[in-house]
């Protein structure tokens, strides 16, 4: 690892670690509100890892969720990550030992600026992988601890704080439709979800969007739509 590498994923990184500290201090206000200690705020961080799941999980133990329920719900939300991981293989077959730790790591926004960054030559590609997911998810842990702290000094309704993680995430896709020349995965993406919506229900909208948007995408590369842009 070099000074520079090191510099490049900290400045990459930025619209993720502003993103991270408030979502992250939103679920520690959360956990705080069910009764819920800083230290279990912290573990979830450091051990689960996972935004969306994260505050679904407050749910689940403010209303004692069952045991089948918790793992239905948390591999759907969690499925995109199939297509992430296939997405991704060749990136971090180059990374060594590092390699379980970044597919542990690996979260939307982590994913979105792994594949939508182009960085200069000197920059080491495993060390930022590996530093990206790092300083990202050191911010959310950074995040979580604070706002359980602060939620249990100071009391006050949670309502609508979920949605920051919805909000981080219309950051980061804007910031992606700047970079990639081609709109075509945008528009697939953004019509597979409506479609899978109307047809499968919210409920399942997000694994029927994931699967309908690579299937096109697929089938449009074949037929040599997009094959000329962000190569």
């Known amino acids: 690892m070099n000074f520079k590498t090191l510099k490049y994923a900290v400045k990459t990184s930025m619209p993720v670690i502003l993103g991270y500290l408030p979502s992250g201090f939103a679920f520690g206000l959360m956990m705080s509100a069910i009764g819920e200690s800083i230290l279990v705020s912290f573990i979830m961080a450091?051990?689960?890892?996972?935004?969306?799941?994260?505050?679904?999980?407050?749910?689940?133990?403010?209303?004692?969720?069952?045991?089948?329920?918790?793992?239905?719900?948390?591999?759907?939300?969690?499925?995109?990550?199939?297509?992430?991981?296939?997405?991704?293989?060749?990136?971090?077959?180059?990374t060594g030992k590092k390699k379980p730790y970044l597919i542990f790591a690996l979260t939307d926004e982590t994913y979105a600026l792994l594949t939508g960054t182009e960085y200069p030559k000197d920059v080491r590609e495993d060390w930022y992988i590996f530093l990206v997911s790092a300083i990202n998810q050191l911010s959310w842990i950074t995040g979580c601890t604070l706002g359980a702290l602060f939620g249990n000094v100071v009391k006050f309704d949670t309502t609508g704080l979920d949605f920051a993680m919805t909000a981080l995430f219309l950051v980061i896709l804007t910031d992606q439709t700047r970079v990639f020349k081609s709109k075509i995965p945008f528009i697939v993406g953004g019509l597979s979800a409506l479609i899978a919506m109307a047809v499968l229900g919210k409920g399942n909208m997000l694994l029927g969007g994931a699967v309908l948007s690579v299937v096109t995408l697929l089938v449009l590369h074949k037929k040599g739509f997009g094959k000329n842009d962000n190569d």
Not at 60 to 77: D, E, S
């Open 46 to 94: 450091v051990t689960m890892y996972a935004g969306a799941g994260q505050y679904i999980a407050v749910d689940f133990i403010k209303n004692n969720a069952t045991f089948l329920t918790i793992i239905i719900t948390t591999f759907l939300i969690n499925s995109k990550h199939l297509f992430y991981g296939i997405s991704l293989i060749e990136k971090f077959n180059k």
